[in-house]
């Protein structure tokens, strides 16, 4: 079965630098979720998408931007990159109205020197 | 807003023990729960959804409870093998903020040959 797919898989940045995500949802998933998950730290939820639209918004800088496009396909723009952006980068999708299981990409790791 | 603990933090046992990994949340307003593996620096893998209207879920030799209004689940593992080690988490998602996840703070589990 078709997983989500995140690249790159692996990303190492200058500070100041910016950096774009990519997350490729499950065909017919119409919701797509970014987290965050730091060194030692459980996943933190930085914003969501539905059918192309922001949904939510979490813990998510000032400093980064998302979207949705019309293949439902997500990127997570990140700008002015700081030493504590170094992280675990997961997206996630699901089909919101019917409560499913969200479903988790095997995440970009983002370095940041 | 949602606050989930997981104890405990970490649990080392013996190859072949049964074992419980307890996930307790405050607002017990909540859709299903996830339970999730994470190893060392990877993705997170989906165990067991639990919707709010069922009390167990289970999956070979995982086993998943759960009391709404307690708000507590359980999670079972039974004849616990070496290749179980990993840290696992437990996730409910924010009702009134677009499903996104908030986990728990995870249980680093050890099983030894």
Same mark, same amino acid.
């Given at each position: 079965a078709a997983g989500v797919i995140q690249s790159p898989r692996h990303l190492i940045k200058e500070k100041r630098e910016t950096a774009t995500l990519k997350c490729y949802p499950i065909p017919r998933h119409d919701t797509v979720y970014w987290y965050q998950q730091g060194p030692g730290q459980d996943p933190q939820f930085l914003i969501s998408f539905y059918e192309k639209m922001q949904s939510d918004k979490g813990?998510?800088? &000032?400093r980064f931007s998302a979207q949705q496009f019309s293949d439902y396909h997500s990127e997570l723009n990140m700008s002015s990159?700081?030493?504590? &952006?170094s992280a675990l980068y997961f997206c996630a999708s699901s089909r919101r109205w019917e409560a499913e299981t969200q479903y988790f990409g095997p995440g970009t790791r983002l370095l940041v020197l | 807003k949602q606050e989930v603990t997981q104890i405990p933090a970490a649990l080392s046992v013996p190859e072949g023990e049964n074992l419980v990994l307890n996930c307790s949340f405050t607002?017990?307003?909540?859709?299903n729960l996830q339970w999730f593996r994470q190893d060392p620096g990877k993705g997170l893998t989906s165990l067991l959804l639990i919707q709010s209207s069922q009390r167990e879920q289970t999956s070979g030799r995982l086993n998943a409870s759960l009391d709404k209004s307690s708000g507590r689940s359980t999670l079972y593992i039974a004849?616990?093998?070496?290749?179980?080690?990993a840290t696992y988490l437990c996730a409910v998602p924010e009702v009134d903020a677009g499903n996104m996840l908030t986990f728990g703070g995870g249980t680093r589990l050890m099983v030894k040959p």
């Open positions: 813990s998510i800088p &000032d990159l700081e030493l504590g &952006d | 607002d017990s307003a909540i859709y004849a616990s093998q070496p290749g179980d080690s």
